[in-house]
Nanobody, 126 residues
């Protein structure tokens, strides 16, 4: 059974930075595709970034490309989301998600992930 625990959220000023972490408990972390999504009240869960376990390639939503960087440390069973040049519209609850061996075309679809963390709040002040 997979458990995901996010940390690192908080309050940041516009233009500031935060680094989110997601700890993975379970087996075969390297085989899991990992994703970051975010959600604001009354909105659908939105794709932010994702990467496969078998590749270092990362995929980003256009809204965060060039500002956010996703990485993973397979030795620590952890994925990270480095968020720079934060904007007020980045304010949301950020969720970490995992699933085994997703196709590239599915990485941005929240419905394709089986396992989710509890979320961490990110608030960017204007």
């Amino acid at each position: 059974q997979v458990q995901l625990v996010e940390s690192g959220g908080g309050l940041a000023p516009t233009g500031g930075s935060l680094r989110l972490s997601c700890g993975f408990s379970g087996y075969a972390f390297r085989s899991y595709s990992m994703g970051w999504f975010r959600q604001t009240p009354g909105s659908e869960r939105e794709f932010v970034a994702a990467m496969k376990g078998s590749s270092s390639s990362t995929y980003y939503a256009n809204s965060v490309k060039g500002r956010f960087t996703m990485s993973r440390d397979n030795a620590k069973n952890t994925v990270y989301l480095q968020m720079n040049s934060l904007k007020p519209e980045d304010t949301a609850i950020y969720y970490c998600a995992a699933d085994r061996q997703l196709r590239t075309s599915s990485l941005g679809l929240s419905s394709q992930y089986d396992d989710w963390g509890q979320g961490t709040q990110v608030t960017v002040s204007s």
